[in-house]
C-alpha cells in the first residue's frame, strides 16, 4: 500500500499541475479570443472593401475564417468541460476531451493553409521553383505531424499522453518546420520586394517600402509567437507554459493574412487606380524610353509626332507620372492588376 505521505504527494503534484493548466489555458484563451474579435472586423473589411477580388482569393479568406471559427468553438469546449463539467472531479480532468485533439487537426489545417499562401505569394513575384518547393514541403511536413499528434491524442485522451515522448516529437516538429517556414517566407519576401524597389519609380518604390515593412512586422509577430512555443515546449516539457501560444499561433497566421490583404488600399492609395488585386505582392513598372511598347505597332509610335505632344497620366494615390515627350510610355504588367484609367480611356491588364 502506498503511504498517506506518498498519497499525499500525488494529491499535490496533480493539484498543482491542474492549477498550472487552469492559469496558461485562462491566459491563451483571453488572448486567443482577442485575436478572433480581431479577425472578425478584419474579414468584414475585406469583403467590403474588395468585392471584384478572385474568387480564389475570397475562398481563402472565407475557409480561414471558418478554421479559425471552429478553433475558437473547440477550444470552448475544451476549456467548459475541464472546468465546468469536470469540476471538483480529479479523475475527470486527467482524461481531455475530444475537441482537444480536433482542435490539432484543426490548427495543423490552419498553419497549412496560410504557409501554402504565402508560398504562392512568393511564387507570384519570384517564379523560385525551390523557395517554393521548401515552403511547401516545410508545410506539409508540419501538418502531417499536426495531424498525427490529433489522431494520437484521439487514441490516448490522457493528460499524461501530453507529455509523452510522441507527443513531444511531433509538437517539437511542427514548431521546428513552422519557425523554419516563416524565416524561410519573410526573408524571401523582403528580398524579391527590394529587388524590385531597385528598379521601380518613385511612387512604386514607396509602395514597395510599405509592403516590406509590412512582411517583416508580420514575420516578427509570427516568428516570435513560435519561438517562444518551441523554447517552451524543449525547456519545460512537463509543464503547460507553452499552451498561451499555442492557443494563439493560429491566430496570428489568421490576422497577418486578412492584414495584408486588407493594407493593399493604403499603400496603393485611392485615386484612379482600383485596388482589387489577387496579390498585394505584383506591381507595374514604368518604362520610358525610345520605341514602343512589346505590343504596340511601329506605326503608332511613329505617329505621335503628327499629333503633337501627347500627355500620359497614371495616377497612383496621390503620385502621377507625367510625360510630355512624343514617345510612348511602355507599361510592362502582372496578371493581377485591375483595369486602369488613362486618360478617359480604360486599359484592361489581366
Not at 175 to 189: A, K, N, Q, R
Not at 239 to 254: A, C, M, N, R, T
Not at 295 to 302: E, I, Q, V, Y
Not at 321 to 347: A, C, M, W, Y
Request: proline share 3%; net charge neutral; glycine share 6%.
Amino acid at each position: 500500500m502506498s503511504s498517506p505521505e506518498g498519497l499525499g504527494s500525488v494529491i499535490r503534484d496533480a493539484i498543482q499541475s491542474a492549477k498550472e493548466l487552469s492559469a496558461a489555458a485562462f491566459i491563451g484563451y483571453g488572448v486567443s479570443t482577442a485575436a478572433y474579435g480581431i479577425s472578425i472586423v478584419q474579414v468584414y473589411l475585406y469583403f467590403r472593401n474588395y468585392p471584384k477580388d478572385n474568387i480564389f482569393l475570397k475562398l481563402t479568406v472565407a475557409a480561414l475564417w471558418t478554421l479559425d471559427t471552429l478553433s475558437s468553438i473547440v477550444n470552448s469546449h475544451a476549456l467548459y468541460t475541464l472546468y465546468v463539467l469536470n469540476f471538483n472531479n480529479l479523475f475527470a480532468d486527467a482524461h481531455i476531451p475530444w475537441s482537444w485533439p480536433l482542435g490539432t487537426a484543426i490548427l495543423a489545417t490552419t498553419n497549412t493553409t496560410s504557409l501554402i499562401f504565402y508560398g504562392w505569394q512568393i511564387w507570384s513575384v519570384s517564379r523560385n521553383f525551390v523557395v517554393v518547393g521548401v515552403i511547401l514541403s516545410l508545410a506539409l511536413v508540419s501538418c502531417a505531424a499536426g495531424l498525427y499528434l490529433s489522431v494520437h491524442l484521439f487514441l490516448f485522451p490522457t493528460i499524461e499522453a501530453l507529455f509523452e515522448h510522441t507527443s513531444w516529437s511531433m509538437t517539437t516538429t511542427i514548431e521546428s518546420t513552422g519557425l523554419v517556414c516563416d524565416i524561410t517566407i519573410t526573408s524571401s519576401l523582403i528580398y524579391y520586394l527590394r529587388s524590385r524597389k531597385a528598379a521601380g519609380v518613385r511612387s512604386t518604390q514607396d509602395m514597395i517600402a510599405s509592403l516590406i515593412m509590412h512582411a517583416m512586422s508580420r514575420g516578427i509577430v509570427t516568428a516570435v509567437c513560435i519561438t517562444m512555443l518551441f523554447i517552451l515546449d524543449v525547456a519545460f516539457p512537463n509543464h503547460f507554459y507553452w499552451l498561451p501560444f499555442y492557443q494563439l499561433v493560429g491566430k496570428l497566421y489568421v490576422n497577418s493574412i486578412l492584414a495584408s490583404l486588407n493594407a493593399r488600399t493604403s499603400v496603393c492609395g485611392k485615386g484612379q487606380l482600383e485596388v482589387s488585386t489577387r496579390s498585394a505582392l505584383r506591381f507595374m513598372e514604368f518604362t520610358s524610353g525610345s520605341g514602343s511598347t512589346p505590343h504596340s505597332d511601329p506605326k503608332t509610335a511613329n505617329s505621335g509626332a503628327d499629333d503633337g505632344q501627347k500627355e500620359f497620366q497614371v495616377q497612383l494615390g496621390m503620385d502621377s507620372i507625367h510625360s510630355e515627350s512624343n514617345r510612348d510610355v511602355g507599361i510592362k504588367s502582372f496578371p493581377q492588376i485591375p483595369p486602369l484609367r488613362l486618360n478617359s480611356s480604360t486599359i484592361d491588364i489581366f
